[in-house]
Each structure stands twice: as C-alpha cells, then as structure tokens.
C-alpha cells in the first residue's frame, strides 16, 4: 500500500514538474489510476491472512467490485469528452466518486469479517485504525469545502489521493503504538540499523515431526559450526530450538502445504532466530505465568517463561512468528538454573 501511495504521489509530483501537467491534464488519467489502486486493496484484503478463506460471499462481493470498476473503466475509455461531454461529467462527478465511496466500505467489511476473531490486540488496532481512517475522512471534507487551499484540488482527484495519505499515516502511526512500543511485539530498535546483521541461516519444513526433525538438526550443525558454544551452553541453546520449534509444529496451521521456516542473523553482538509459521497465531500477553500458584501442576508454558528469563523473546502482531535475540556478551550471565523455575 506504501509503494502505491508512493507511485501515485511521485506521479503528481513529476506531471506537476517535469511534464508541466501534460499526463494529467486529461481528467480521465487520475480516476483510472486510483480505480487500480482500490482494486490492488481490495485483493489485499482479500488474501490478508491467508489463515481465514471462509468467507464467500466476500470472495463474491469484491469480484462483483472489481467487475463493475472493469466497466466503468471501458465505458470511460471509450468515450470522447468532446463528443459526449454530459456522459463524461457523469462519470467523473458521480460514478467514480460513488465507486471509490463503495470500495471503501467493502474494504472495512473485508477487513472486520476477516478480523473479528483475531485475538484482542488486533481487535483493538482494527478499531484505532476505523478512527484514523474517520479522522482522515474528516479532514479531507474540511480541505474540498476549502477547496482554494489546494489549486486543481477536484480536477486531479487529489482529495483521494490526499485521503488514502492521511490514512496510511494515521494508521501506521496507531500500528507503532499498539505494537512496536511493547515489550512483547518484534520491532526493531534505531540500533538495529547499525548491527550490520548477515544472514546465516535460512530453511524451511512441513508442518511434521520428520520436518520439526530435519530443522533441528541443521540447527544443531549451525551451533556447532559457527562455535557458539564459546558463549552460549548447549542446554540453553537446546531450550531455544526446542521450544521455538515444537511451538510451530503444535501451531503451525492445518493444511498440507504449511511449512515452518527459520532465519538466523548474525552480527557482532547478537543472534537473532525468527521462526515462522502460517498458523493462525495467538496473543503473548494472555500467557498465564506457569509459576502462579494455579499453573504450579501445569506442565506446559514452562518453555517460554524460562526463554524470557533470559533471551529478548518477541512476536509479530498476528502471533505466528517469533524472534528470539541472543546477546553474546550475557553468556556468563546465564546462570538460572532451570530447577528454580519448577
């Protein structure tokens, strides 16, 4: 969606320098570029996650969606301005304002159906994200009845354009702070820049014991390869493997073609493991603590407490990748023993 708004804005900005208003002088160039932009969201919600396909009657909507935007589109084309100037007035004023207004709202549909069992954290942002895109929708409204701010703000459809911007900020904005400013969401400090991290490991497994297998021993191969034991106890690394891994097997999807793959970045202080996997995910602050006294004879859980006693253990926001951060220079630090945590 960044890479849209971007080619959409660059594209302003070069007509309104470059080509002195050539491209975009014609009135039909900017509702046909945005006609593909709602169509490339709409099949972005509609892939996004791909662990819920269950709803059709979506699958059919945004194809009825995209076919009438298809239409509209040939119908436009084929038109002369010169000898149907009423119909183009139409079409400019009345059915591509109402088609974009439609997508929009087929969009938030897509997104809440899609959504509305997610756990709570991302219930929550979907819903910082409806009123960003509220207050985006505001303000717009406030700039077209303004409209002298901005020359040629309704012959370019720029409102759109300024619309899908104030909404791509505002919600990436609220997406920082429900998950990058916490202690349990992957992020990546300002440091993370200068790590100059390579990558050193890179493979991937079915969703089976015999692939949860294979991946542990190359895992196990890379350890003794890459000399870790110099800083880093077999036990631990041994936790590390196993409770990344086995999390994914237990987790990792239904479907035949899911897989579990693993990265490993390496710089000059840390270690960094993502394990991902296409399961559905789940909430790391609703992990009970396996120390409470109503989790004292509860076996599981026990992996990834003692894995936050003494890693950097975080997740993505949809809970089906983890990153596990090991600091070199901690390696004599590592003293809990394992029987404290029983």
């Not at 297998?213 to 196993?242: A, G, H, P, T």
């Not at 859980?301 to 949809?318: A, D, E, M, P, Q």
């Amino acid at each position: 969606m960044a890479f849209l708004i971007f080619l959409g804005n660059i594209g302003f900005i070069l007509d309104s320098t470059v080509f002195n208003h050539i491209l975009l002088e014609n009135p039909h160039t900017a509702p046909t570029v945005l006609v593909f932009f709602v169509f490339s969201l709409l099949l972005f919600g509609l892939q996004f996650p791909t662990y819920f396909r269950t709803y059709p009657i979506l699958a059919v909507c945004v194809s009825l969606l995209l076919g009438s935007g298809s239409t509209l589109l040939l119908i436009d084309w084929s038109l002369s301005t010169e000898m149907n100037p009423y119909a183009s007035r139409v079409l400019l004023e009345y059915f591509y304002p109402g088609f974009y207004g439609i997508s929009y709202c087929l969009l938030l549909l897509v997104v809440s159906m899609k959504l509305k069992h997610s756990f709570p954290a991302i219930s929550n942002y979907i819903f910082s994200a409806y009123l960003c895109v509220s207050l985006s929708f505001l303000l717009t409204t406030m700039l077209i009845l303004q409209s002298s701010l901005i020359p040629s703000f309704i012959k370019y459809y720029l409102h759109f354009f300024l619309f899908n911007d104030i909404s791509f900020i505002l919600c990436f904005i609220a997406f920082l702070f429900h998950y990058s400013f916490t202690q349990d969401y992957l992020t990546h400090p300002i440091s993370f820049l200068f790590e100059r991290q390579k990558k050193i490991f890179e493979a991937f497994s079915d969703v089976s014991h015999k692939g949860s297998r294979e991946l542990k021993e190359k895992l196990w191969r890379l350890y003794d390869n890459r000399n870790w034991k110099s800083f880093m106890d077999s036990f631990w690394y041994q936790i590390l493997v196993d409770e990344t891994l086995d999390n994914a097997l237990e987790h990792g999807g239904k479907r035949g073609d899911d897989t579990i793959t693993v990265h490993v970045y390496e710089s000059k202080r840390f270690i960094d493991f993502y394990v991902i996997d296409r399961g559905k995910g789940f909430n790391p602050r609703l992990v009970p603590n396996p120390v409470s006294v109503e989790r004292k004879h509860v076996a599981s859980g026990r992996g990834i407490h003692i894995l936050r006693k003494i890693f950097i253990v975080r997740w993505n926001f949809l809970g089906n990748e983890i990153n596990i951060r090991i600091d070199k220079l901690k390696g004599g630090e590592w003293s809990i023993s394992p029987i404290e945590d029983q």
